[in-house]
């Protein structure tokens, strides 16, 4: 079964630095953290870069698309894949890796991600697991590189989860922690499924979520759910 640390950090540490930027994980791992999360997604001229949103207003202030700016035209403080991968591995950091496609993109986004990590990946890191809410990334991603795990993205776990899973040889779930049921958590894990909630900030939800079965916990304040955890 799929290992995976008892918390993540959201977006680096979300709560403390800015979403998805180096500055961020350096805060995640200031905090206790071992592992992190983030977000892929392509420019216009094909570079993966880190960002949650299909448009920059939110964290940049700048109102355009991802998918219609150019690497070279971002602030320079939205890092590319291979500088987050750099930084994770001078910090130590394992990643759940969002693959975060623009509509239409979602092979495109998926092969380039892994080529990049098959490229970069420090060889002293944990693999990393990749993660989508679209199931054609996933599965573009398990045909390009089978090698690393993948999870999928679930906002609310229905009756398919199971299908869609081994459509893309899933070996974990995550999912909205605050629409996890009890028995959909039980059914996850005697499936032999490893089993990760988004986004909970809550050290007693969190608590709560592990008596449940859950195994990994993704947050904006690792250190919080750390604390709570034990």
């Known amino acids: 079964m799929l290992q995976l640390p008892k918390v993540i950090g959201h977006r680096g540490a979300a709560a403390y630095a800015p979403e998805n930027t180096l500055a961020s994980f350096r805060e995640a791992r200031r905090r206790g953290a071992t592992w992190v999360e983030t977000d892929v997604v392509l420019t216009a001229d094909g570079v993966p870069i880190l960002m949650h949103d299909a448009s920059l207003k939110r964290t940049t202030g700048i109102d355009r698309l991802v998918a219609e700016t150019r690497r070279a035209d971002l602030p320079s403080d939205v890092p590319t894949f291979e500088e987050a991968i750099a930084c994770w591995g001078e910090l130590g950091l394992g990643c759940n890796v969002e693959i975060k496609p623009t509509e239409g993109r979602e092979a495109e986004t998926a092969r380039v991600a892994v080529a990049t990590l098959r490229r970069c990946w420090p060889s002293h890191l944990p693999q990393p697991l990749l993660s989508s809410f679209k199931d054609a990334a996933l599965a573009a991603a398990c045909q390009a590189a089978p090698e690393f795990a993948r999870a999928l993205l679930i906002e609310q776990v229905a009756d398919d989860w199971r299908p ?67």
């Open 164 to 230: 869609r899973a081994e459509a893309v040889a899933a070996s974990g779930i995550n999912t909205d922690g605050k629409r996890l049921t009890a028995v959909r958590a039980v059914e996850i894990r005697k499936a032999g499924y490893a089993l990760g909630v988004y986004t909970i900030n809550d050290g007693d939800v969190a608590k709560a979520l592990v008596g449940m079965g859950v195994q990994c916990v993704i947050s904006d304040v690792p250190d919080v759910i750390l604390a709570a955890l034990g």
